[in-house]
Nanobody
Framework: QVQVVESGGGLVQAGGSLRLSCAASGSIFSINAMDWYRQAPGKQRELVAAITSGGSTNYADFVKGRFTISMNNAKNTAYLQMNSLKPEDTAVYYC????????????????WGQGTQVTVSS
């Protein structure tokens, strides 16, 4: 009932920047939080940054000072501004959205996107 689509990935040189977008769509009643995770080859998926609808944010230590998460509540869209990228940031970045959608009654959702590849060359 809720679809999540990431965009904005690509190839960038070390020190460069990218901006990822995550759009949630469907019969959304409200979104509680939107999070960005990443998964590098051979590694477990890890949390990168999280934001609540109220604007509270949380970052993994390895991105603090370099990445910024933001959210447009009206558009059900979250963004991840990534600056000073490093080769170790290379991964597939996934968006997760949590909230409530409504059909005949409210239902909770916890939806993932398909991911967007970020590759940082040295």
């Amino acid at each position: 009932q809720v679809q999540v689509v990431e965009s904005g990935g690509g190839l960038v040189q070390a020190g460069g920047s990218l901006r990822l977008s995550c759009a949630a769509s469907g019969s959304i009643f409200s979104i509680n939080a939107m999070d960005w995770y990443r998964q590098a080859p051979g590694k477990q998926r890890e949390l990168v940054a999280a934001i609540t609808s109220g604007g509270s944010t949380n970052y993994a230590d390895f991105v603090k000072g370099r990445f910024t998460i933001s959210m447009n509540n009206a558009k059900n869209t979250a963004y991840l501004q990534m600056n000073s990228l490093k080769p170790e940031d290379t991964a597939v970045y996934y968006c997760n959205a949590v909230g409530t959608y409504y059909t005949h009654r409210p239902y909770e959702f916890d939806s993932w996107g398909q991911g967007t590849q970020v590759t940082v060359s040295s």
